[in-house]
């Protein structure tokens, strides 16, 4: 069992590693930007999750992830169940790149996205991908960055999420 975002790549590959293994998945979501569109709600990382096999449940708001999920875990009788943490992750963050806030595109990543996927071919997702390599371009132009030096840009995945979010320049306008 794990919890996260709607969209969340992490979930998604929980679930895949889970029907790998033939393990049952339970995956309780929130929708944090309460974006009702269907495209949103259904597709993406969500309907990859589902493919998987995996129990989706919905929540108003991730507030105790771990206690939330034990919740669950004593509501569907779980035996033996193994909670997953959200997030655990020691890295650099320049947080002046995500905003408006998680889950929601800006412009500099869609700019981000348009320009990997037109001059490279590489797919990025407005959540995490394009975000990051909008801060990397801004960090390399504004000489933050030695762009003499060896660099290394790892993408995570995500590109399941960009379908997620149709008619993403209105979002962002």
Not at 19 to 39: F, H, M, T, W
Not at 69 to 76: E, V
Not at 147 to 160: E, I, M, N, Y
Request: proline share 5%; charged share 15%; with cysteine.
């Amino acid at each position: 069992m794990t919890a996260g975002a709607i969209q969340s790549n992490h979930v998604r590959q929980t679930a895949a590693i889970a029907a790998k293994y033939g393990l049952k998945c339970v995956a309780l979501l929130e929708n944090p930007i309460r974006n009702q569109d269907s495209n949103f709600l259904n597709n993406g990382n969500k309907l990859l999750t589902e493919l998987f096999n995996a129990q989706c449940v919905m929540c108003n708001e991730l507030t105790d992830p771990n206690v939330q999920m034990k919740a669950l875990i004593n509501q569907f009788k779980l035996e033996d169940a193994y909670i997953i943490p959200v997030g655990g992750s020691d890295v650099l963050l320049w947080d002046n790149y995500f905003a408006p806030m998680y889950g929601m595109p800006n412009k500099k990543g869609l700019d981000a996205i348009t320009l990997l996927a037109q001059k490279e071919g590489i797919l990025l997702d407005p959540v995490y991908t394009g975000k990051a390599m909008a801060g990397l371009i801004d960090n390399v132009l504004n000489n933050t960055i030695d762009s003499q030096k060896p660099l290394l840009f790892v993408h995570t995945g995500g590109a399941p999420a960009l379908f997620a979010y149709s008619g993403i320049d209105a979002i962002i306008d």
